[in-house]
């Protein structure tokens, strides 16, 4: 759909701020084709993306969103030149240093979630930073998946269940759900309702696979340096006119 001679305000005219979903979730690809489309190294879109990650924030804050999660740097990542993974780290730390205090003024909370411990020193310390400086917001929560891997996820969560059983906290066959939910690095969020992927790809790639188990998909082949708040607010538009069964049939919802 183009969107370049639609307003903002008259797409948001068309959202039902009583059937948002709590929790949205996007994997934000397409950096690096759209620098390469520009001529320019895959930084400069990494570089771009920030202008992407700051509009979707607010646009989601001001509609009402509890969490957004931003899919920022896989596990698999690390296998990428040397020189961009560096420089997404230095992004990274620069990025939070100007943001904590736009994070602040809109009264947005910071969260991250993957195994932070084995991010560079300084990023993992501008992170947490950022994590507590914002920690009495209560607006929005802006989750980031950083080192994030939904396999290496599960595989915690089940060692930190087992640990539960041994220490005799309760059996094997008490496990639920909520047990197995609780022990995720997304324990006390709502699981996402809605999964938003640019670039045009249609994969999940390794990302909250417990979590988006009854998630709404939703794939725009805008790279991500090019999206901004009206393709977001039209995703919500679009999710808002799906029905949601459950494994339900139509008439059951009525």
């Known amino acids: 759909m183009d969107l370049s001679n639609i307003k903002v305000e008259e797409l948001r005219a068309q959202i039902n701020e009583e059937k948002l979903p709590r929790h949205v979730a996007i994997i ?34 001001e509609i009402g969103i509890e969490y957004l999660t931003l899919y920022a740097f896989s596990t698999e990542n690390w296998k990428r030149p040397a020189t961009e993974v560096e420089a997404l780290m230095i992004l990274l730390v620069q990025t939070l240093g100007k943001e904590v205090a736009t994070l602040n003024k809109n009264n947005i909370r910071l969260q991250a979630i993957g195994d932070i411990s084995k991010l560079p020193p300084r990023t993992r310390k501008a992170l947490l930073k950022g994590i507590d400086d914002t920690k009495n917001n209560t607006r929005m929560t802006l989750v980031l998946a950083l080192n994030y891997s939904a ?104």
């Open 28 to 61: 934000m690809d397409g950096n690096g084709r759209w620098a390469k489309q520009k001529g320019r190294p895959r930084v400069f879109g990494h570089s771009n993306g920030v202008t992407s990650v700051r509009e979707v924030t607010e646009g989601a804050a």
């Open 151 to 254: 396999k290496w996820e599960i595989l915690e969560a089940t060692r930190i269940i087992s640990d539960q059983v041994k220490r005799g906290e309760f059996s094997s066959n008490e496990i639920t759900a909520d047990i197995f939910s609780d022990a995720l690095s997304t324990a006390g969020m709502p699981d996402p309702e809605l999964l938003i992927r640019t670039s045009g790809e249609t994969r999940l790639s390794n990302f909250l696979l417990w979590q988006l188990a009854y998630a709404e998909f939703y794939f725009t082949p805008v790279l991500w340096p090019d999206y901004r708040k009206k393709h977001f607010l039209q995703s919500i538009i679009d999710y808002q006119q799906r029905e949601r069964r459950f494994g339900k049939i139509s008439e059951q919802l009525t």
